[in-house]
């Protein structure tokens, strides 16, 4: 057997114990928490910092650099969005809007997902079917918009189906992309294993694409406002769109603002369940750097 | 899958033995954006019953090919191969196969993942979350249970893929590079620990590497390929007796003859192959 120089290890009176090992621990989960909770707050004032800021530039600049009649100010937005309550005309309005975001969302998603579910099975189909989608999705949904009023009236209808044709297109192709984008050699391993075709779709092939659909739908709650606002300018009497547009027609720029920001609370409020929702379901991906 | 092992639990011909693999001159062409690549040439071998055989060659030459072909994801160009008396046809059921990505499904948990060649054939979730935890126990993963792949390291995450395989108990195993992405420590960890699952299990191992050492501490036969396309080039048995400590081993006087004896074959191939590219 060959020789070998071996030092001993010194060990300082002072080896921490058990305890002291955990306390150590303790005190790191405390460090980061706290660390953590600074970041955020550093993070919250920034955001009321710039918001204030924007508001007072936006108070001061109005009237002097830019006519006050096309610009208004933060509190005479703020005093139309009060009497908007107080007279129930955001209400009455925003009940509207928010029925004609909700089913277009919810039904363009679900729809969407259907469709691209399918489409990865039926493949074929889905080669002969694709030029038409794309052209499909070439086209402006603006652009529908004209002839969906001319089709189905002033009523919900024509909002539903501009709303959901939004949200559709964008939604169907993410998902479609991460269906196929499912790796083989998960697919083959399942296959060995004795996974059916009901079994690949349902427990390999669908959950891989969940990043993709949670992205679609981020991206889409405000196309799916858009599609619903734009319904309600071309025609209609009530919703947002149409309190905007009616404001508007009376040079009354508060109204338009304060209209404004009603459909920016709504976005909002959606976005941060679209978050939910998402760590809900993404809590196996490892936390990236881009992370909120 | 079930037929074949009934009549090998009855006692049927040895020839019906699912654990035996009979390979005969196997061929494999790829045929991509137009162009044709013989990939495999004429392979013919005998595997027995509760052999662990390795396929080694230089990279490229055909060894996961054919390792495909026995697990019915490649189909066979030409030739045949069979486990017990069943051709291979379409996908192989009868099988564990392990490759070098471990392939867990990073939205499950480590306890549903082993648990999920169970869930796939309707085990109750109480029973195939027992079986699991029993396994994961086995291979040193008690308490990794909830965490999902991307938490656990790349030697953890190897343990519980052979978990997962060796939870169906199939005869035969075919392993691919099972060890090439991890460090050197947790390569021989692997080794050691895949030996003891394996001795007295009686199933085959089927394993393919380009690692010589690797090669000679594992098996009991070493089939060195040649360069594309790949054919057989020679078959080693390799004598060594078990149970072997695949810490120690490099220090036996056979080992060290084995590997020269080896390497002037495998060096031949390796360097015909990087002349090509
Ligand atoms: N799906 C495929 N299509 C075309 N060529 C392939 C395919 N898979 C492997 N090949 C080619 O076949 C040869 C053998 O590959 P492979 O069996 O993966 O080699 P090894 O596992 O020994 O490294 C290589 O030249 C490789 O490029
Ligand atoms: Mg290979």
């Given at each position: 057997?060959?020789?070998?120089?071996?030092?001993?290890?010194?060990?300082?009176?002072?080896?921490?114990?058990?305890?002291?090992?955990e306390r150590l621990q303790l005190r790191e989960v405390e460090r980061t928490r706290q660390a953590q909770r600074r970041t955020l707050i550093w993070i919250v004032s920034w955001r009321l910092t710039l918001l204030v800021v924007l508001l007072f530039g936006w108070y001061f600049a109005s009237g002097h650099i830019v006519d006050r009649l096309f610009a208004s100010n933060p509190i005479d937005v703020a005093k139309a969005f009060g009497d908007y309550i107080g007279d129930g005309t955001l209400w009455y309005n925003l009940r509207y809007t928010l029925?004609?975001?909700?089913?277009?969302?919810?039904?363009?998603?679900?729809?969407?997902?259907?469709?691209?579910?399918?489409?990865?099975?039926?493949?074929?189909?889905?080669?002969?079917?694709?030029?038409?989608?794309?052209?499909?999705?070439?086209?402006?949904?603006?652009?529908?918009?004209?002839?969906?009023?001319?089709?189905?009236?002033?009523?919900?209808?024509?909002?539903?189906?501009?709303?959901?044709?939004?949200?559709?297109?964008?939604?169907?192709?993410?998902?479609?992309?991460?269906?196929?984008?499912?790796?083989?050699?998960?697919?083959?391993?399942?296959?060995?294993?004795g996974a059916r075709r009901h079994q690949l779709l349902l427990k390999v092939v669908f959950p891989s694409a969940t990043p993709n659909v949670l992205t679609a739908m981020r991206i889409t709650v405000p196309e799916a406002m858009v599609g619903a606002i734009v319904g309600e300018f071309i025609a209609g009497n009530r919703g947002i769109g149409y309190l905007i547009n009616s404001a508007s027609n009376q040079y009354n720029t508060a109204g338009v603002f304060a209209g404004i920001i009603a459909i920016l609370i709504v976005v909002l409020l959606m976005d941060s369940l679209v978050t939910l929702l998402e760590r809900r379901l993404m809590r196996w991906r490892p936390p990236s750097a881009a992370d909120r | 899958m079930t037929a074949l092992r009934r009549a090998a639990a009855a006692g049927g011909a040895p020839a019906g033995d699912p654990r035996r693999l009979t390979l005969e001159r196997l061929y494999k062409v790829y045929v991509s954006r137009g162009e044709s690549l013989l990939a495999v040439r004429d392979v013919s071998l005998k595997i027995e019953p509760g052999e662990f055989?390795?396929?080694?060659?230089?990279?490229?030459?055909?060894?996961?090919?054919?390792?495909?072909?026995?697990?019915?994801?490649?189909?066979?160009?030409?030739?045949?191969?069979?486990?017990?008396?069943?051709?291979?046809?379409?996908?192989?059921?009868?099988?564990?196969?392990?490759?070098?990505?471990?392939?867990?499904?990073?939205?499950?948990?480590?306890?549903?993942?082993?648990?999920?060649?169970?869930?796939?054939?309707?085990?109750?979730?109480?029973?195939?979350?027992?079986?699991?935890?029993?396994?994961?126990?086995?291979?040193g993963l008690a308490g990794f249970e909830s965490a999902y792949p991307h938490e656990l390291s790349g030697g953890m995450r190897k343990r519980g893929s052979i978990a997962r395989t060796l939870l169906v108990d199939e005869p035969v195993i075919l392993m691919?590079?099972?060890?090439?992405?991890?460090?050197?420590?947790?390569?021989?960890?692997?080794?050691d620990e895949l030996l003891r699952l394996w001795s007295g299990s009686g199933k085959t191992i089927v394993f393919v590497t380009h690692d010589l050492v690797e090669a000679i501490a594992l098996s009991d036969r070493i089939v060195i390929f040649t360069s594309t396309p790949g054919t057989i080039k020679s078959i080693h048995?390799?004598?060594?007796?078990?149970?072997?400590?695949?810490?120690?081993?490099?220090?036996?006087?056979?080992?060290?003859?084995l590997f020269d004896l080896l390497w002037a074959e495998l060096r031949e191939e390796i360097t015909k192959a990087r002349a090509r590219h």
């Open positions: 057997m060959a020789e070998i120089q071996t030092e001993p290890v010194t060990l300082l009176p002072s080896v921490p114990l058990d305890a002291d090992e029925i004609e975001v909700a089913v277009g969302y919810g039904a363009g998603t679900v729809i969407a997902l259907v469709a691209a579910g399918l489409l990865s099975i039926f493949t074929t189909a889905h080669r002969v079917l694709h030029p038409f989608l794309m052209a499909l999705y070439a086209v402006p949904k603006i652009a529908i918009a004209p002839l969906m009023i001319m089709w189905f009236g002033l009523g919900l209808t024509p909002k539903f189906l501009l709303s959901g044709i939004f949200v559709f297109f964008v939604v169907f192709m993410n998902t479609l992309a991460g269906l196929r984008s499912v790796s083989p050699s998960l697919i083959n391993v399942a296959r060995v294993m | 055989v390795t396929f080694l060659g230089p990279s490229g030459c055909g060894k996961s090919t054919v390792l495909n072909m026995l697990a019915g994801l490649e189909s066979i160009t030409d030739g045949s191969a069979h486990q017990g008396g069943r051709p291979i046809t379409g996908v192989n059921t009868d099988v564990g196969y392990i490759t070098q990505d471990d392939n867990l499904l990073p939205w499950r948990t480590l306890l549903d993942n082993v648990a999920f060649p169970l869930e796939l054939r309707g085990v109750g979730k109480g029973e195939r979350r027992e079986r699991a935890h029993e396994l994961l126990r086995s291979v691919d590079e099972p060890f090439g992405p991890l460090d050197a420590q947790t390569r021989l960890l692997l080794q048995t390799i004598d060594i007796p078990r149970p072997r400590d695949v810490f120690h081993i490099y220090e036996t006087d056979r080992f060290t003859e």
